[in-house]
């Protein structure tokens, strides 16, 4: 069965991956593509300065844009995929969620709300449960699922697995972020060249909170957090795409390197059609993953670890995931999968 799918905010720099990830997608089918006011009427084409590493989809270029409201979108469509700005999003989205649309957002907005499912399917797809809470909650027909942070989603796998099998009880992280994180026009050429910049306003509690609601436990009522304390320091630097992140972890059980790297390569991936067969890789060269060389394994959405090395306390090992594939429209694409998978379209 194939899906009618409209994309939120489509002329975007995560619209436009999102774009690239559903138009040659087994199971949905672009039906409705949205944006601002000023954009509205005009072709896709016209409305968007098409910057994704492929040719704009040919059937998508003429397809005409329609403004985000949910009297635009066809009442045949199943499935929208949101890539707005949290400030439009927190408005917009529960006005589409109540119209009866079940939407998976990459938004920030209510990411950390008790009734709405932040999910990683591959770590947490029980939390999907939440929606039968939030719909109790909030009386809404449709339904509200989120991806996390570029940078959460980035550690996130590798912590589930090492949590799994040792036991997490404190986290630090320091990131290396690409400049593609903040959008086309997030940070100029002239404060990125020849720099780095330690500050990303807002990053650090996304990844200290988004991260441990993730690896929490779903009750089939609420979800209980995990209680490893994290703490995280956010650093743009000049890479295009590919988020580095140097990772300190103790945990509750002692660990060896083996040990470590037999638990990350056997931590299971899902039977989706966007989720790698391997979903964590890891490298035994200790100058490796690296952005340029390693962000697009498996299409994008594999998530690369590498520098394992024993603490006093634990490990240290750095990790990498493609930004605005796994990071950003990629999770929101395996989240729709999910979604029907589990019956919810």
Request: net charge negative.
């Amino acid at each position: 069965m194939t899906v009618r799918v409209g994309v939120l905010g489509a002329t975007g720099a995560v619209g436009q991956r999102l774009i690239q990830q559903i138009d040659p997608h087994p199971d949905f089918e672009l039906a409705a593509l949205t944006a601002s006011s000023a954009s509205a009427g005009k072709s896709y084409r016209e409305a968007a300065k098409w910057r994704v590493d492929s040719p704009i989809p040919a059937d998508v270029a003429d397809t005409t844009v329609v403004s985000t409201d949910p009297d635009e979108v066809p009442d045949d469509v199943d499935l929208l995929f949101s890539s707005l700005p949290s400030s439009v999003g927190e408005d917009v989205e529960p006005a589409f969620v109540e119209a009866g649309y079940v939407m998976s957002s990459n938004s920030s907005n209510f990411r950390t709300d008790e009734d709405i499912p932040l999910t990683i399917p591959e770590v947490n797809a029980d939390h999907l449960g939440l929606i039968e809470v939030q719909r109790d909650e909030r009386g809404w027909d449709g339904a509200l699922v989120k991806n996390p942070n570029c940078s959460t989603i980035t550690m996130v796998p590798p912590l589930a697995a090492l949590d799994e099998a040792f036991g997490l009880t404190d986290v630090r992280v320091s990131t290396l972020q690409a400049v593609s994180g903040a959008g086309y026009s997030g940070v100029t050429s002239m404060e990125i060249i020849d720099n780095a910049i330690p500050h990303i306003g807002g990053e650090e509690k996304k990844m200290e909170t988004e991260s441990r609601k993730l690896l929490g436990e779903f009750d089939g009522a609420e979800v209980h957090w995990n209680d490893a304390e994290v703490a995280a320091s956010c650093n743009r630097i000049p890479t295009l795409d590919g988020h580095l992140e140097n990772v300190w972890v103790d945990t509750a059980a002692d660990v060896t390197v083996d040990e470590a790297a037999e638990a990350l390569r056997e931590y299971p991936s899902i039977d989706l059609p966007s989720s790698p067969e391997q979903l964590i890789e890891v490298f035994e060269d200790p100058d490796r993953p690296q952005p340029r060389l390693d962000r697009n394994q498996s299409n994008g959405m594999g998530i690369a670890v590498g520098g394992i090395q024993e603490t006093a306390d634990g490990l240290q090992f750095n990790c990498l995931a493609h930004n605005t594939i796994r990071g950003a429209a990629g999770a929101s694409v395996l989240n729709g999968e999910l979604l029907l998978e589990e019956g919810y379209l």
